[in-house]
């Protein structure tokens, strides 16, 4: 059924996005643009918020980032734009990124406090509430794809470590050896941190197991919201995690609720960011039961859970969304957040850091 269609994009979604009237490519300069004829249809992407800094970013690795933004999210917007799920849309356009060394997800993942990668990932259908997750697991080359067999063909909604990997083998997921997800750049990053703890932990013993820099120690999750044609939302989120985590510490990513929820009653939202604030401010169904309940528009919910609760929490972060309309929503309270948008006209919107032109 055709759906009744609204406003596809309007500017100040766009503007409203983390006041970040940011890099942009193609964006329309028209306040509104409409269509009468045609279901909408839309995708937002994130690959990770935190301290991103334009001044300690090499030009190089800047371009690197847009490039695959770019790639990642015209993977999605061909599935959409072709009559597929939005499910499949999220799924495709996460599997790009998580290929790519760039991002804290799949190949990229960074490392824990023994060396090793642990992996997080979750998805959830808007259409059936379905959702599906994994925790914690170390072979599996695309986390997301796990996550969304848990969903598909398990009786569960969340699996972690062994049990997870043992459920992939009998369902033909692609494994690959540990060695897969070293790389040198999160490597590095470990060894960093360490060094950075041992000297603080020689002044305080009592902080032994606070870490002082944890806050910046989580950097390039991925992430993906959509709408199809047939106004059904999804949305999924996939990462290493946190450098230097131990304990198989999970953060919210693969938590329903916390880092991925959707209901085509109100938006899909995909989240990134410092993880226990994001679980115990149970970010993306608060943003979402503030539409359904509240009747607010996905950025003015968006605004408020990641600006006031979480940011009132002392926590930091951001999320992608788009709502039932195709609204967007890329909202953040860090330096920056790797993002794209881009609507049914095939406008494409890229953005990094907070005001950066
Ligand atoms: N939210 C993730 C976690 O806490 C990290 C991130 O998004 O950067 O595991």
Redo the contacts with the bound molecule.
């Keep these: 059924m055709i759906r009744k269609f609204f406003a596809v994009l309007t500017f100040s979604a766009l503007i409203s996005c983390g006041n970040n009237a940011d890099s942009t490519q193609n964006q329309t300069s028209e306040a509104t643009k409409t269509n009468t004829e045609q279901p909408t249809f839309g995708i937002v992407i994130h690959g ?3 301290t991103i800094l334009k001044k300690n970013m090499t030009d190089s690795l800047e371009t690197a980032y847009k490039e695959i933004l770019e790639k990642a999210i015209r993977v999605g917007h061909k599935i959409l734009e072709d009559g597929g799920d939005a499910m499949d849309a999220v799924t495709a356009t996460i599997n790009v990124m998580e290929d790519s060394p760039l991002f ?1 997800a799949g190949k990229g993942a960074v490392f824990t406090h023994e060396e090793t990668n642990e992996l ?1 990932a979750s998805v959830m259908d808007g259409k059936t509430l379905n959702a599906g997750a994994v925790a914690g697991v170390t072979r599996i080359k695309n986390p997301i794809d796990l996550a969304r067999e848990v969903m598909d063909n398990s009786d569960h909604v969340m699996l972690a470590g062994k049990g997870a990997e043992i459920f992939a083998e009998t369902r033909g997921i692609a494994l690959v050896d540990p060695e897969y997800f070293f790389t040198e750049r999160r490597y590095n990053s470990l060894l960093r941190i360490k060094e950075q703890q041992k000297t603080q932990l020689d002044h305080d013993e009592k902080t032994a197991f606070v870490d002082p820099f944890i806050k910046d120690s ?4 991925v992430g993906c919201a959509a709408l199809d044609k047939n106004g059904n939302l999804a949305a999924g989120t996939s ?1 290493g ?2 450098t230097n985590k131990r304990w198989n510490r999970i ?3 693969p938590i329903i609720g916390a ?1 991925t929820y959707a209901n085509n009653a109100s938006c899909a939202v995909s ?6 604030y ?1 679980i115990r401010a149970m970010v993306a169904h608060d943003i979402s039961a503030l539409m359904e309940y509240k009747g607010m528009s996905v950025q003015d919910a968006a605004r408020t859970v990641i600006h006031d609760k979480v940011g009132g929490l002392g926590g930091d ?1 951001g999320i992608v969304a788009i709502d039932k309309d195709g609204n967007v929503a890329m909202e953040f309270n860090t330096a920056g957040m790797y993002r794209a948008h881009m609507n049914a006209n095939g406008d494409l919107v890229i953005g990094i850091y907070e005001n950066q032109q």
């Design positions: 990770g918020a935190g804290n997080d989580k950097f390039g999750t990462t995690g946190m953060g919210d990513a880092g989240s990134t960011g410092w993880g226990e994001f972060g």
